[in-house]
């Protein structure tokens, strides 16, 4: 094994490793990432359509992306890197009763948790998304704070600005196990070798079931498939994200906006679950979301879909992440599951680990560091996961 020694050893240059890098080595915490791909965000953090909102039904997670909102919104101003953040915000329409009821039922712990969210009405909603079927639309939520931004240029951004305040990174290396001692941990191994650390995050997605594996740990995560796709570029007409919640034959969810260079960027929940590790396209995808957004939207019906791409939910069984100190091995953390929203979580996750790991927390993280526990009993289902 390498001689060489490590503050902090992350596995996993994703969504969720390339932002906590950049703010452990900002506090002068410089770690070693290690990923077993080729380049930055090459896991799931590339799959992901760059939807970044605090709108969701529980409080750990609204604060953690509060805080993303607010890494993405000023960092082009505060580190000159381009990331195409764009300020929507998002909206979850209702076209029945049913969504109606649902939506409004989360916008008060919503707003407790201290989100800028509220209820429009029909003529409200139609006037801030002329496109939408008027048809039995009811009105929606909409969340004006929350945006948008490039998933593969935050991810550069994010490791540009590690490695300028000595981070160092393996890529094309694979971690295959790890080094304890009398309840610590000592050192990581990879196929190329081995760092000695005492202190080991595992960000590796997808695929955290098999890292955590290593350390004789269990995380209940499973990755599932999801598939989304983009449009030529058309001039603009869309503001916010659009969310549908209404179930429909073979999906749960769709969502869909126009990104800043101007093509509508879209993405569906499949039903049943598409379980396993498969990034392959499919040929029902474009036709399933296609129908659903055409209905909701007739003008997309010209619009031209110039490629699809398939890519992994990191999935816990109730929509939260795990997040916090493993029980019975000193210097392991966990920071995976982070379902469909690891991209907007990253940033406020990898700043919650940074104060973790500097004795800085704020007195809000006991609760979210609580709520997110690795051994909890993922009894209930987070409603927006
Ligand atoms: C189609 C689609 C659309 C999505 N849209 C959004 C969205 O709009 N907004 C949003 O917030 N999220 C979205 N997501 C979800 C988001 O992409 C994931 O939640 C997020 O990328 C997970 O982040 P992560 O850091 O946990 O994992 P990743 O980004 O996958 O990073 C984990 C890294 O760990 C590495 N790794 C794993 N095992 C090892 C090992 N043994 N050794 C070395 N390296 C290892 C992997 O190579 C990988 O690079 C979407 C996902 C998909 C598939």
């Known amino acids: 094994m390498s001689t060489e020694t490590f503050d902090v050893v992350i596995v996993g240059a994703g969504s969720v490793g390339l932002p906590t890098a950049a703010f452990l080595a900002e506090q002068g915490i410089k770690p070693l990432v290690i990923d077993q791909f080729a380049s930055p965000g090459q896991g ?5 359509i760059g ?5 969701h039904s529980t409080a750990a997670k609204i604060h953690l992306c509060l805080e993303s909102l607010r890494v993405f919104s000023t960092w082009e101003e505060m580190h000159g890197d381009p990331i195409e953040w764009a300020q929507g915000g998002y909206t979850f329409v209702a076209y029945r009763e049913e969504e109606e009821r649902a939506l409004k039922a989360l916008l008060m712990i919503q707003q ?3 989100l800028n969210i ?3 009405s029909r003529q409200e909603m139609l006037a801030l998304v002329p496109a939408l079927a008027p048809e039995g639309l009811r009105g ?3 969340s004006p704070e929350d945006g948008s931004a490039s998933p593969m240029m935050s991810a550069r951004a994010f490791y540009r600005r590690a490695v300028e305040n000595g981070a160092q990174f393996r890529f094309n290396e694979r971690v295959t196990g790890l080094i304890r ?4 941990v000592v050192g990581i191994r990879t196929d190329k070798g081995g760092y000695a650390t005492e202190t080991v995050i595992n960000a590796s997605g997808a695929w955290a079931k098999a890292v955590s594996g290593f350390a004789g740990l269990d995380v209940p995560v499973v990755p599932d498939s999801h598939e989304a796709g983009i449009t030529e570029p058309v001039a603009p007409f869309l503001k916010p994200m659009v969310v549908d919640i209404r179930p429909a034959a073979g999906s749960k969810n769709y969502y869909f906006y126009q990104h800043k260079p101007g093509g509508i960027v879209f993405c569906i929940t499949p039903e049943p679950a598409i379980v396993g590790t498969d990034r392959r396209e499919t040929s029902e995808y474009l036709p399933m979301i296609a129908r659903r957004m055409v209905g909701l939207m007739p003008k997309l019906a010209n619009a031209k879909v110039r490629r699809t791409w398939r890519g992994l939910y990191p999935m816990t069984p109730d929509g939260s992440p795990i997040i916090g100190w493993a029980q019975g091995l000193e210097g392991y953390i966990h920071a995976v599951g982070m379902c469909g929203q690891g991209y907007m979580l990253g940033p406020g996750v990898g700043k919650l680990l940074t104060r973790m790991l500097t004795k800085a927390e704020h007195p809000a993280d006991a609760a979210t560091l609580h709520e997110l526990r690795p ?3 993922f009894g209930g289902v987070e409603a927006l996961k």
């Open 44 to 48: 799931s953090n590339k799959a992901a």
């Open 51 to 55: 939807g970044i909102r605090a709108t």
């Open 112 to 114: 407790a948790a201290g």
């Open 118 to 120: 509220s209820w429009l």
């Open 140 to 142: 929606g939520t909409y």
């Open 181 to 184: 001692r009398r309840g610590m």
């Open 375 to 377: 051994g909890r009993a």
